[in-house]
């Protein structure tokens, strides 16, 4: 069965840093361009992230370039999303998720993980 664990969430002051990390299982982790979406409250879900790791070719939103960061471990298929510099605003509920056409990220999500909680406070 194919899963995606997200873990790494936390509470944090404003300019502090986490790091998300999601396992994934069950598929060849390699193949898809897998990354990270976010939901606020009352607000609508978007794309934060997404890399295919065996060319490290990776996406951001807007708003997040220069202060998070994604990477993956092939070796371990985990996924990885470093957060710097964290603003009030990135407080949200964060997913991983793989896409259904594995090399297609805004092709539509097969699979999430649970979300993990993120929450920076001012």
């Known amino acids: 069965d194919v899963q995606l664990q997200a873990s790494g969430g936390g509470l944090v002051q404003a300019g502090g840093s986490l790091r998300l990390s999601c396992v994934a299982s069950?598929?060849?982790?390699?193949?898809?361009?897998i990354g990270w979406f976010r939901q606020a409250p009352g607000k609508e879900r978007e794309a934060v992230s997404s890399i295919r790791s065996t060319d490290h070719d990776a996406h951001y939103l807007d708003s997040v370039k220069g202060r998070f960061t994604i990477s993956g471990d092939i070796a371990k298929n985990t996924l990885y999303l470093q957060m710097n510099s964290l603003k009030p605003e990135d407080t949200a509920v964060y997913y991983c998720?793989?896409?259904?056409?594995?090399?297609?990220?805004?092709?539509?999500?097969?699979?999430w993980g649970k979300g993990t909680q993120v929450t920076v406070s001012s």
């Open positions: 069950g598929f060849t982790f390699e193949h898809y361009k």
């Open positions: 998720a793989r896409p259904t056409i594995p090399s297609c990220y805004g092709c539509g999500m097969d699979y």
